[in-house]
């Protein structure tokens, strides 16, 4: 087996702005070309993604469309429905490049539940942003319509309904990844972050919340002793000064490097600070190396050891 590679697929690698299902599968068509690549490479994959749009969207769509014969969801149950659509998409494309690149190789998505502590202060504070971007007015008539939601501005892209996302404390399909790893098949797994559940003697209980999938694959990615953990997005590094003039783009960097700079609030709450959170927790935890790049960067990552490498200990090669 080669390196087993625990791949974070951001949004961009899923949405962009048609959030029809055709479109949504064409970008992921797009995103199956790029991911073929580790396997080409003679690497192990594990797939997750986000689910921010596509659960708030369906947030929505269950609010307009309910009556009393045919109520809402809860949203540990939107959460179960946006990881298998999604799954489904990404297990199609794949197969579809798999087949175009005349590989042999199963992939399969696991419908995952996610451990969470029912004390983590996260569900009285909701942080998570969800759904469509409004403006402000949006957002305004939103927030008159529903007062017990709660909106923020995110990242300056907009406003987004936020709803708590409890940090991972295990992941409850571990074993069944495992086995999917060890019969060389691609697992797509902790989709969504993945369905947010707490222990109550014998029963898992879903919960109201959103995991955030970084921190999610950053925990399977432990629990599956993985040799890296890669996450996709849009930018092909982690900068310092990030859009400013003096902006410095960090190749390899050390965890308390990083630390120092989330410390200065380099890195913006809801994008890129739990990506940087995530990539430190899994380095300091096992000792190996995370990467933040662009997804149409893997080729890059792969040949020459492109985007921001994560490591313990590090010489600064940053410009
Ligand atoms: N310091 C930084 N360095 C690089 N990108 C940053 C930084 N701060 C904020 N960003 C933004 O964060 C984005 C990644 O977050 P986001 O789009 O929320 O993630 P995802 O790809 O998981 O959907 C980048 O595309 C970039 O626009
Ligand atoms: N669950 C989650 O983190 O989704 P996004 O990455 O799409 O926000």
Redesign the pocket.
Same mark, same amino acid.
């Given at each position: 087996m080669g390196r087993k590679i625990v791949v +974070? $697929?951001?949004?961009? @690698?899923i949405l962009s702005k048609d959030a029809s299902a055709a479109a949504q599968q064409r970008a992921l068509l797009e995103t199956a070309r790029q991911l073929v690549k580790f396997i080409e490479n003679g690497d192990q994959l594990i797939i997750s993604h986000?689910n921010?749009p596509q659960v708030g969207n369906l947030l929505l769509q269950q609010a307009a469309g309910s009556t009393q014969d045919n109520p809402e969801m809860p949203l540990d149950s939107c959460v179960a429905m946006t990881q298998g659509t999604i799954g489904y998409w990404m297990q199609n494309a794949m197969n579809q490049v798999i087949r175009e690149r005349g590989l042999d190789q199963a992939v399969a998505t696991v419908v995952t539940q996610v451990e969470v502590s029912s004390d983590d202060p996260a569900f009285g504070q909701p942080t998570k942003?969800i759904g469509p971007f409004m403006n402000k007015a949006e957002a305004d008539l939103a927030q008159k319509q529903n007062p017990e939601f709660k909106f923020i501005e995110? @990242?300056g892209?907009g406003y987004r309904r936020v709803v708590p996302s409890p940090k991972p404390i295990g992941v409850i399909e571990t074993a069944a990844v495992n086995t999917l790893v060890d019969a060389g098949i691609v697992p797509i797994t902790v989709g969504g972050g993945g369905i947010p559940v707490v222990r109550d003697g014998n029963r898992l209980v879903g919960k109201e919340a959103v995991i955030d #999938?970084?921190f999610a694959s950053e925990k399977l990615a432990e629990l599956i002793d993985a040799d890296a953990l890669i996450? $996709?997005? +849009? !930018?092909d %590094?982690? /900068? !310092? %000064? *990030? %859009?400013q003039p003096n902006?410095k783009k $960090?190749k390899r960097v050390s965890t308390v490097e990083l630390g120092r /700079?989330i410390e200065q609030k380099? *890195? @913006?709450p809801?994008?890129? $600070?739990? #990506? !940087?959170e995530a990539a430190v927790d899994f380095v300091n935890t096992t000792g190996k190396e995370a990467v !933040?790049t @662009?997804l149409d960067n893997i080729e890059g990552f792969i040949k020459e050891g492109e985007g921001t490498v994560i490591v313990k200990q590090s010489v600064s090669t940053n410009v």
């Open positions: +974070a $697929l951001g949004g961009n @690698a986000g921010g942003p995110d @990242a892209r #999938k970084d996450i $996709l997005t +849009a !930018v %590094n982690i /900068y !310092v %000064n *990030f %859009n902006q $960090l /700079y380099q *890195f @913006a809801g994008s890129m $600070l739990p #990506k !940087v !933040v @662009a």
